[in-house]
């Protein structure tokens, strides 16, 4: 079964500095990759999605991820961290070819600093 | 965009009662999903609508959960005999036709079991 692991349930970074939240994943097959953020007592909102085409993904608010194969992984970026994105960041994975459920990892919280 | 509304937002109740929530998608939208979120975890699926039809279910929804989703527009989600292992954050989300995956989600509905 498809499943992800995000590293670190909690980031704290400056303002400006690069933001980095990672997750590694667990498919036999193709996987379809996706980010989600959730502000305080708000829904999740898709950041950003991987379905097999480009491996570097740009997705809202500056954020992007790269798909890579050999390292299982799609680690979200962002150059520049802004008070506006602390956060809670989910990522997802759902099987290319079937079902339509998504395995949500237990999420990162991120702490932006002044 | 009025986005996806969910009510209530808070229920309390007791265990063994039923208790049933709503879900209004993004009108536009005809894939409505719902998913279970408890504290410290990401959201776990329980089921999912394309128009009317309910495409699949999770092993998580137990025969005291019910969904429907008649005319497919709003959604309703009833669990029937409460459990304390019930309590936890009740997401729904909807896409449109070319998304696949869920692009909005709503606020919740927490529901506490005294």
């Known amino acids: 079964a498809q499943s992800v692991t995000q590293l670190g349930s909690h980031v704290s970074v400056s303002e400006g500095a690069l933001v980095l939240l990672r997750c590694n994943y667990s498919s036999s097959v193709p996987p379809y990759l996706f980010w989600y953020v959730q502000y305080p007592n708000q829904g999740l909102q898709l950041l950003l999605k991987y379905t097999s085409a480009a491996t570097l993904v740009k997705g809202i608010n500056g954020f992007e991820a790269e798909f890579k194969k050999s390292e299982t992984s799609f680690h979200l970026t962002k150059p520049s961290a802004h008070m506006s994105d602390a956060a809670e960041y989910f990522c997802a994975v759902k099987l290319s070819n079937s079902g339509y459920a998504l395995n949500f990892g237990k999420g990162t919280s991120l702490l932006v600093t002044p | 965009d009025t986005g996806v509304s969910q009510n209530p937002r808070h229920k309390i109740t007791k265990r063994g009662q039923n208790v049933t929530f709503r879900c209004d998608p993004i009108?536009?939208?005809?894939?409505l999903y719902w998913y279970r979120q408890t504290l410290g975890q990401g959201p776990e699926f329980l089921t999912y609508f394309q128009n009317e039809a309910q495409l699949e279910k999770s092993r998580l929804l137990s025969d005291r959960f019910s969904a429907e989703r008649p005319k497919g527009s709003f959604s309703t989600l009833e669990i029937q005999r409460t459990e304390q292992g019930d309590s936890a954050m009740y997401l729904c989300?909807?896409?449109?036709?070319?998304?696949?995956?869920?692009?909005?989600f709503g606020d919740g509905t927490r529901l506490s079991i005294l």
């Open positions: 009108s536009e939208h005809n894939r």
């Open positions: 989300a909807s896409s449109s036709d070319r998304g696949g995956q869920p692009q909005h």
